[in-house]
């Protein structure tokens, strides 16, 4: 795996959640697109860099994010992240990586992965139990639209993947 032009891409991904996911919101439900930068590493990558990749995503994701009230978040998206990690790696080895329902079904559930920690993360912080059917649904409904348009972004990043050096990119000719 090439890591200067990973750390590019998780710039670029990162200035496209702050700066385009807010216009492509529905009522506040917002696609996350570092997400799907995630589930691709983990999906395609080997296991020691996936996980490594993600875990810096979501460190990235916590930069990113604000604080609440006078207490950091950060840490707690990395740990997401790392978590979701861990379980597409796991799950890989028995499903078709490239097929689309695949990485549907794996954004999704990294997403819902994210929004469950974070969420009850958040919920603990603010004193704020009351509130936990608001916060899971709208980290359900963003795990939806994120899995929606996932398969648009997993075919840039394949188009990508000679660059980024993840994958298969180098092939054996015999003869």
């Known amino acids: 795996m090439r890591w200067i032009p990973f750390a590019i891409l998780l710039y670029l991904t990162a200035v496209l959640q702050s700066t385009l996911a807010p216009f492509l919101a529905v009522h506040s439900i917002r696609p996350d697109f570092l997400v799907i930068v995630a589930v691709h590493y983990a999906l395609a990558a080997r296991a020691t860099d996936a996980l490594i990749a993600c ?17 950091g ?73 994120t899995a929606a348009i996932a398969p648009y972004g997993h075919w840039l990043l394949r188009r990508g993947r000679g660059l980024l050096g993840i994958g298969v990119t180098h092939r054996l000719r015999v003869g």
């Open 55 to 71: 875990w810096i995503i979501g460190f990235v994701t916590d930069l990113t994010t604000l604080s609440i009230g006078e207490y």
């Open 73 to 145: 978040n950060v840490g707690i998206h990395a740990f997401a992240f790392g978590l979701a990690a861990l379980a597409i790696v796991a799950l890989r080895e028995i499903t078709f990586r490239e097929s689309v329902i695949t990485q549907i079904v794996c954004t999704f559930l990294a997403r819902v992965v994210v929004a469950g920690v974070t969420g009850l993360h958040l919920l603990w912080v603010a004193d704020a139990w009351s509130r936990t059917g608001e916060i899971l649904l709208v980290g359900v409904y963003s795990a939806a639209y």
